[in-house]
């Protein structure tokens, strides 16, 4: 099992430029997951999915962040327009009961 | 707002010794579980304990839970090199669904 896979691995963007992050779910886990790691504010849970379905976005920072999952293998993460404090590293998670299996994650530098 | 907040922030020993790390956290949970990153990468499932254990091990891992305390610990033992990383405590909502981590602790382990 290749694990969960999220691309790019880095990501430099100007400022008021779209970005999309892309996460790929382990094969049959029921859960995805976005977390954002900053050094101050730590892992935030942004927006998870079950079943493809939304359940919780209320971590999802303002109207300019939004995700979809149109199936169970692929989600992904768009920010329009992004700013610089949007820089941080970006995780997708999955899990089918308990225990998540993260991606490597990718690093969004907004400048 | 963080659910769980490891002590000590970091923590720095030398090969052989036991390197233990707590974790305080708020609200009643269904289970608490612990991970690994290293840094870089994503973050790695260590151990889950549930609500109604109060020891549990695996490997050199021992992970204790007090509910009456809201409190876990991870202890490390004959530690190595290869165990420096971030070690975080993550809780559940009461429902299982989504996680939310603690700010970590942060073991150095020296030759």
């Known amino acids: 099992d290749a694990g969960v896979i999220q691309s790019p691995r880095h990501e430099v963007t100007e400022m008021g430029q779209e970005v999309t992050l892309r996460c790929k779910p382990i094969?049959?886990?029921?859960?995805l997951f976005w977390y954002r790691q900053t050094m101050m504010r730590g892992l935030e849970l942004l927006i998870y999915?079950?079943?493809?379905?939304?359940?919780?976005d209320s971590g999802m920072p303002e109207d300019r962040f939004s995700a979809k999952m149109p199936n169970a293998s692929f989600s992904t993460l768009k920010i329009q327009p992004s700013e610089p404090r949007d820089s941080a590293v970006y995780f997708c998670?999955?899990?089918?009961?308990?225990?998540?299996?993260f991606g490597s994650g990718t690093r969004l530098t907004v400048v | 707002s963080q659910q769980g907040e490891e002590d000590p922030q970091a923590l720095s020993i030398q090969e052989g010794e036991n390197a233990t790390m707590n974790c305080s956290y708020k609200?009643?949970?269904?289970?608490l579980q612990w991970y690994r990153q290293n840094s870089g990468r994503g973050l790695v499932h260590l151990i889950l304990?549930?609500?109604?254990?109060r020891e549990k091990h695996s490997g050199r891992l021992r992970v204790t839970l007090d509910t009456s305390k809201k409190s876990s610990s991870l202890l490390i033992t004959a530690s190595r090199a290869a165990d420096t990383a971030s070690y975080f405590c993550?809780?559940?909502?009461?429902?299982?669904?989504?996680?939310?981590f603690g700010t970590g602790t942060r073991l150095q382990v020296t030759l």
């Open positions: 998670a999955s899990s089918l009961n308990y225990g998540y299996t």
């Open positions: 094969s049959g886990h029921n859960s």
């Open positions: 999915f079950n079943n493809n379905v939304p359940i919780d």
């Open positions: 609200t009643s949970i269904n289970n």
């Open positions: 304990i549930r609500s109604n254990e």
């Open positions: 993550a809780t559940d909502d009461g429902t299982a669904s989504k996680l939310t």
